[in-house]
């Protein structure tokens, strides 16, 4: 899950024409922690998103979205494809990993609100 949301980060940084030392200099940590980040070796909080996407000029959702719309997914057959089928599962793992980075956000959120 760590690794979809800092691929996601990164694409949008470089979208966006930033390096990595421009945003790990505007979120005060360091470029190896950030992009440490990025690659989804260290666990990002809610906290940490807002400000990412906060110096991105964008939505946390912007990050957190893995499918811009769910009616473009093309369904996977095996049946006259050249896929194997461990593509299959990797993706399938992919989908995984997205749901609980979305669960774990969410949790995150709900925290937040009854702390306050």
Known sequence: MNAILG???????EAKGFTQEQ???KIK???QKYAR???GLIDISYASLMTVAQVLG????????SVNNISQ?????RAKN???QEDGFEYINKMIDTF???RKLYQSVRQVDVDE
């Open 58 to 65: 964008i939505k946390v959702e912007d990050i957190t979205l």
């Open 37 to 39: 980040l990025e690659k």
């Open 23 to 25: 945003i790990a200099e």
């Open 82 to 84: 050249d896929s194997t």
């Open 73 to 77: 997914e093309q369904p996977m057959f």
């Open 100 to 102: 609980y980075a979305h």
């Open 7 to 13: 691929l996601r980060i990164r694409s949008l940084r």
């Open 29 to 31: 940590c360091s470029r």
